[in-house]
């Protein structure tokens, strides 16, 4: 029979294996803040009493893609959302609030949905493996595979048809950003805001735009319905 330590004792044996495994990144913290304060003395000073993006990310939590290397932007010019395979579920109640700080709080003028070429959340959507509670979070791609069927099965490589997929994948996020009541309510009261679908390619670090940016009168045409249409008003693509 094992004798376990007292909790007491676990804590201290992981504050002690914490402390000694992560004191490279303490060092590099203590260099970063260092460097920012040599080339910019009020640098923190001044990100401390304001926090004003005009710009919310919505991108995948792929360590690859480190959103605001990308694009050039300092500590407190981008708002950031992130999960596997950069989803806007209307259901998520994280996604939700951060959308509802950044549009109604923040007033973002622009929201960028940010997929990435060989996105393993993508792949993982379609491969057939059971993984557990990610194949639940990854269903809405499956959708997105299946409503696209026969474009993507007659690409033959199948690494292509996943970059496809990866692109249809944020379209259809913008879709769902673009549909969302905080967006809606946002245009409608004749706030700039602007929509954009990116990818990230991991192979040369240049991102993609889609096209498919929107904003408020573009949605509204799209959304509102032909007298005679009797389906499928809302379709982007
Ligand atoms: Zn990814």
């Keep these: ?27 590099n913290n203590r ?6 304060v040599c080339v910019d003395a009020d640098f923190f000073r001044r990100l401390e009493r304001q926090q004003a993006p005009e710009y919310l990310w919505i991108g995948c939590s792929a360590s690859r893609v480190p959103a605001n290397e990308i694009v050039g932007l300092d500590p407190g010019e981008l708002f950031v959302h992130r999960n596997v395979a950069n989803l806007a579920p209307p259901q998520d109640a994280n996604y939700l609030s951060v959308l509802q700080f ?6 973002v003028k622009h929201i960028l949905v940010v997929g990435h070429y060989g996105c393993s959340g993508v792949s993982a ?10 194949d639940h979070w990854l269903h809405p791609i499956r959708e997105v595979y299946h409503e696209h069927r026969d474009v993507l099965d007659a690409i033959p490589d199948w690494s292509d048809r996943l970059d496809s997929l990866c692109e249809l994948n944020v379209i259809r996020q913008v879709r769902n950003v ?3 009541v905080f967006v809606q309510e946002a245009w409608a ?19 993609t735009d889609l096209d498919v940016t929107l904003e408020r009168l573009g949605y ?13 008003a809302n379709r982007l693509d």
């Design 31 to 36: 260099a970063w803040a260092e460097r920012m």
């Design 1 to 27: 029979m094992k004798i376990l330590p007292s909790s007491g004792l676990w804590l201290t044996i992981v504050r002690i294996m914490g402390a000694s495994m992560l004191d490279h990144l303490k060092a």
């Design 125 to 134: 959507s379609v491969d057939g493996k059971r993984r557990g509670l990610v």
């Design 178 to 180: 673009a549909s969302d």
């Design 189 to 207: 009261r004749g706030q700039d805001l602007r929509l954009h679908g990116w990818v990230y390619s991991l192979a040369n670090g240049l991102v």
């Design 220 to 232: 509204q045409r799209k959304l509102a319905p032909h007298p005679e249409a009797k389906t499928d």
């Design 102 to 107: 950044a549009v109604e709080i923040l007033k």
